[in-house]
């Protein structure tokens, strides 16, 4: 299946705003996941699938609503309802092969992109979209498939580390955001590892599996460039963003985000060229051993063709051969081979190919 | 013939905004078909091509104009002349060799592009002009030939599907625009699959059919790519637009067009990058080939010539030579024969080459 | 001759603004052809070259002066001093390696570009400077020789086509850039459908004629890519220029000169692309022949190298050789010869080399 | 290990601004120096770390603290706590994997870049992260390992050479920044001059090593753009930045210290090309060698081979066979085999082989 | 010694502004040629360097000092203190490696720039630095060695012509920076002369020295494209620059010469990828010439190799072997060894080798 696009056909004619499941089916229950805090109270629950979802954003705190697994788009679409989404985002979050981006609207701002996680098993980057609604109070998240990625930040609130349970839904939207974009560094940085020790592999020796481990790792960086290059579009967007939903003093920490997919964004560059060096370097390695290969063969025919010819001579049977019956023939046919050999032998040190 | 460039040459030293037909006649008969809507009502219509066109926009809800067939320059003009087209657009609509653009006009803006479609069958993209002429109260097409593309949006109108029959002629301009954008995408998947499917077949088996895939779907990313990278950047100037054709209500569809048309810039670019590195692995891959059989080749002779020099020695006819006449000559001579084939064994074993 | 730049080195040292003649002498004589018309009047005239130039641009309509012929510094300076151009204006109409650009003068635009031609002949194209000087009511002309490429303007006018006679000086310098950029276009079709030629013979048939058409080619449009670049440059700049010179009606017609101009820069970057890939193509058709080549030696060599030994170890004189006295030795040495050579043809079968 | 990521990993999960050290441990101990000065005064002194740090900013005069060694993040946290630094400054400074960068907050500026120091033996570029904190009183510097890159600075404050006694803290920061930058380019200038020292060896001689080292510098090129890159990009933000903190008696500075930084990228991309095009002669070089083995190769053969076949048919022992009967026999023989060799080479010369 | 960087070693750790000497000496004596001139008086004179130099600007007209050999700082010091200039010019002007700029004091304009020179002797372009200083009513130039580039500009001023006795010291800067440029094209051209010589070379004869004359060309190449592109960027922003020292009537002689600047960066790139393209060609015709190689060596081994064996099998002393003894067994076996040679010849021709 073409890996860099995801089946759009089934979408082809459906009107805009259509609430759609386009994707693969990765779990098999919808699951919601609740957080309501405020700098004194916390409470956390897990939503029953069945019950009709009466709740509404409280007036003050955060309520951070996650939930997992898109395939059933009713559900997902009542969710989103309740928070008075646009179709147009309830489209996006449903289709999930969507370009990384953000979008302003009246009262939430829509960030859709994509968490990678780099299986070292297999050597393949497995991605998973993700869509954050931050609203003045709430944040909903959307993920295709459970997963531990945002564990750390449920940490943090509860055990109120850093200043998380005394600031905004902005801080927390950055909060995840910031563990989405870390993932990205992990898993690039664990790519890398492998990218680099390639290294001595291809000058000592160029074999073939080499060469397929280079063609995977560059489509994966290639992949992950795909992926993280409009992920740093957006939050320099975001970080430009004149909107009250990101408070002033959340910037600070936009900015921090900035520079770190900044950087993301530039080492896969760097791999993606050490990759083509790689490359290159094969080649030129395949090429020196074609030469040693041929330099091998052609000191053995350009030595021993003459000798053999020279041999081919006296094995004649002509009558009249004066030399076949000097008594020492045999001897000086033997001295002349030698003198030929080494003959050729220094002509290949001169050339430097012994 | 040139395929990244239509005939101009028919064009040379006519005035500009001639009413002349260039390209090639795809259809026989020139065909309109009508729409005209408003929330509750709906009207289609077959215009007869015999009858004088004498209808004139409507004064509320839409009316959509679908013109198919473009070789009958005096019909084409006399529809444009009805809905007061300027005669810059309507040479751009009769020339099919146009560069996708928008252009705004005092009543109308003008939009040019490339239908695409993707016949898998002879692996080529097929490309069809299409402009889309957009009123206050009318959406105008003209395409070169007939096709179903754009029954979705038909069904949608008819069915009341969607907000389309409850928006305005701009919100049509963008359902027709996003049809051919989601054509794009489509079109670039079912060949981003057949490319893909390459990958493997280069490193396991680097035949030449394959060598004239990659030239085959580099030439089809190269149209590609022409042809959607100025319906991107025109799509961009739309979204920026500020005109009153294009109702505040529609932007966040336009925005969304424009995402998608982005995405789709990004995906062939990508697939360009990805049949480079093909072509590079397949290079590197005749290399190998290349070295696996020089190997084959150096140790056969590195082993048999010196060998067969040493028979050579003893078909000689010398009358004296002493070796020839004692018992064990003969095991002997086979004995060196064999100690110097392991030798040269020996040593292609170390140098890896066995 | 260095194609790329014309001989700068005679203007080393001059003071800027002087006026002297920089260029190959291509005609014998320099001609003057003038037009004045206004809606309903036309006058043509050739003007006389011994007479003194004392007419005056027209009050009303619009004078067209075309100058063929640059090699006479003097009588050029002495039609540019009548209109009162600026020295520099005169250094580079004389000067005819200058770079396409247009340049703002208080009183006139002065626009300097190429004329191209592609020779079909020879494969190559060729160009000529073009000035144009556009003034309120007149505009002028300088070619270095004589050619039909006006000539459908000229014709339009005499004829009354199209808006040229009711529009001012500003249309018909519109009209003048318009066939030059129709030409640029003609030029590269023709050349694109020679390179799109080429695409059979390099996959089938990589012989050395089609590397040097490539080469030949690349040349060409690195030329052409060369011209029409700056040429699109300040089409762009005049489509954005807020002078009086150009009067409002004529800007839809600027606009699609730029459509015109930066299609034309855009084809000519897809032939690079194409030829590069063609030089790529062309390189691994030379590998895999280079392949199969290697292959028949390989084939041949290991198969027959071995035969040859035995056939020697039994062509060597030893007394005692137990195997040359059997009676069916002859025979069991065939067989062995044989069995030989199968093992080989199978082993080279599998490893899909024949 | 991933040279071009530092270990990330371990923050994975971290609030922002948590005082954690990431980085490898270079120092066993953190030492502080500090330097007061104004024009007439200066105090130097090395911070005793058991006693608590409670010094305040001067009122007048420009104090620099220097840490070095990061390892410590509760004492390296007090002392930014002191100054009254920022959260996410604090986390920057201990993590040593920052990309270059500079900061505006309330009352300082953080830069954070490389310092750079070519390790000639190991052709190696070493790298040390440095944190410089400019406020309006006071420089902090924090450094992993000690050195003597500021040396020259304390000397020049010490001995009152040029303008730093009379200046503020910007010029000192800038006296900073400035030699580490001089820094950069002496490490480029270092490595350029055993670039530009390869050359010779591959056109001469293109060994394998010569391949290694055209590698190897590759990837200190790459290192040192990567790193110098983001450097010149915060120069250039300075150069443009309107704050207080850096007065208008040192934008001059500023800017000189830009053209530096600029000028050590373009070095580098000079570098890099020209490596680019070292490979590529490097691998024409190989293929040129390539070529000579095998003419070598051929002419032996071609020569011999046919020879070699003469001589077969001779040695065959056909019964009747009448050429082995004539007298002259064996002279004609060597005579044939004289003029086929003479024809051989003959031919070799006529394609300039020989 | 590194080309693309002037040491820089040498002032690590000097104060910035530092008066020293960084370069080469390449004269033994520095000289001073001084010129004051109006539009009715010129006085000209070259200064004591013993004497003080107590000379003030003038109050009109223009004095220009062209001051050659930087070697001895403090007569170079001495001079722009008498001018006023700021430090940081002073430690440009003496530091010969500097990157080509432009920089704007309170009453004068610094421009540091390369002439060039190319020694078509050794192949290799000369470059020495100079900086030109413009005031209200003086020029100050610095070169690195004596030379006759401004012989002309000094000749125009001798003899009144063109405007510049009548303009003012900005026309002069202009005329100076005017003959630089002109000298880098006339530098190019010669160059581009040599290179595009190579063609034919190439492509019908592509020996080791087309090789290294390639790398040469590049190396060149490079060095211009380092020079010429900050020099052109410094010449836009000049033209861009509003300041009182460049008056309105130099305007147009600025974009002249920025024209002229863009010119040559562009003719640059074109060489650049021209040689490149060289590259490509002169690999691909290697290639080519292996696979002739390879094709002779093939076609007569692949021919000899089978006729040797059956002539082998012939020569074996089997006692019973029937075909020895037949009457016409020798010229059967002749017949069978070219029915052989013609299949063989036949296969070959099929395949388009002979």
Not at 202 to 219: A, F, Q
Not at 279 to 303: C, E, H, K, P, Q
């Amino acid at each position: 299946m073409a890996r860099f696009l995801k089946k759009k056909e089934a979408s082809l004619g459906l009107p805009p705003g259509a609430a759609v499941f386009i994707g693969e089916q990765k779990v098999s229950e919808t699951r919601i996941k609740s957080m309501r805090y405020s700098p004194t109270e916390l409470e956390e629950s897990e939503v029953d699938l069945t019950a009709p979802a009466s709740t509404t954003p409280p007036e003050e705190g955060v309520e951070w609503t996650d939930i997992t697994g898109l395939h059933d788009p009713e559900r997902v679409k009542s969710i989103c309802t309740r928070f008075n989404l646009h179709p147009l985002t309830i489209e996006d979050i449903l289709h999930t092969g969507q370009r990384p981006k953000m979008e302003e609207f009246d009262h939430y701002l829509y960030f859709v992109l994509k968490m990678l996680h780099y299986d070292q098993e297999n050597k393949v980057i497995r991605s998973e979209q993700l869509s954050i609604i931050l609203g003045d109070s709430f944040v909903l998240t959307f993920q295709e498939q459970p997963g531990d990625t945002f564990a750390p930040v449920r940490e943090r609130i509860r055990k109120k580390r850093g200043r998380i349970r005394n600031s905004g839904s902005d801080y927390l939207a950055y909060a995840l955001l910031d563990t989405v974009v870390d993932n990205y560094i992990a898993s690039i940085e664990r790519l890398g590892e492998e990218i680099e020790d390639l290294e001595n592999e291809i000058i000592t020796d160029p074999e073939r599996e080499v060469l397929e481990k280079i063609n995977l790792y560059k489509r994966e960086i290639n992949y992950l460039r795909k992926t993280s290059r409009p992920a740093r579009e957006f939050i320099l967007q975001l970080s430009r963003l004149d909107n009250d939903l990101v408070r002033d003093s959340s910037r600070p920490f936009v900015k921090d985000l900035l520079d770190l997919s900044t950087q993301s964004v530039e080492i896969i560059e760097t791999y993606r060229d050490v990759l083509s060096d790689y490359l290159d370097i094969y080649n030129t390695g395949v090429n020196n051993r074609l030469n040693d290969i041929m330099r091998v063969l052609t000191i053995f025919s350009a030595i021993f063709i003459p000798l053999t010819f020279i041999a081919g001579i006296y094995g004649t049977n002509f009558e009249y051969l004066p030399e076949l019956h000097y008594r020492y023939s045999y001897f000086i046919f033997w001295g002349v081979l030698l003198v030929i050999a080494a003959i050729m032998l220094r002509f290949f040190r001169k050339r430097n190919w012994l």
